[in-house]
């Protein structure tokens, strides 16, 4: 593959990968209807809406992001993306430990289960945490 053949490939990629994305997401909110309807035989049509009102929203701050981007200059550069995947390592690392840590103080305290409402928290702490420091990250 030739430089021309490669610069062509990524400006294709860098249009509709977030379109691809925007998509996938989608569709795991649909296969997740899907599953909890075959599992509790209730169909939730709040999550399937949700999910398309999000790809919808999605979509149209993408298309107007793309159309009023007039250079050829990347979001991020090595700087950047370097960063954002030492953050991503040592945010992963730090939530394994702290889980590590509370299963183990549960552990001694004598308690042998765990309610998975602690764990919810936890991931969605995670989330939280990741999501913002990424955009703090990437806008400075």
Not at 74 to 98: G, M
């Amino acid at each position: 593959m030739n430089v021309k053949e490669r610069e062509k490939l990524v400006r294709i990629l860098e249009k509709w990968a977030p379109f691809f994305i925007i998509f996938c997401t989608f569709i795991g909110a649909a296969l997740g209807s899907f599953l909890v309807y075959f599992f509790q035989g209730e169909f939730p049509y709040e999550v399937l809406t949700a999910g398309l009102v999000a790809a919808v929203i999605l979509t149209v701050i993408q298309i107007i992001k793309q159309k009023r981007k007039k250079n050829n200059l990347p979001d991020a550069d090595e700087r950047v993306i370097r960063n954002i995947f030492r953050f991503f390592a040592f945010a992963s690392h730090i939530t394994l430990a702290i889980l590590f840590i509370a299963l183990g103080m549960f552990t001694l305290l004598g308690n042998e289960s765990i309610s998975i409402l602690y764990l919810w928290i936890l991931f969605f702490t995670y989330i939280w945490i990741v999501g913002i420091g990424t955009f703090i990250i990437k806008v400075r």
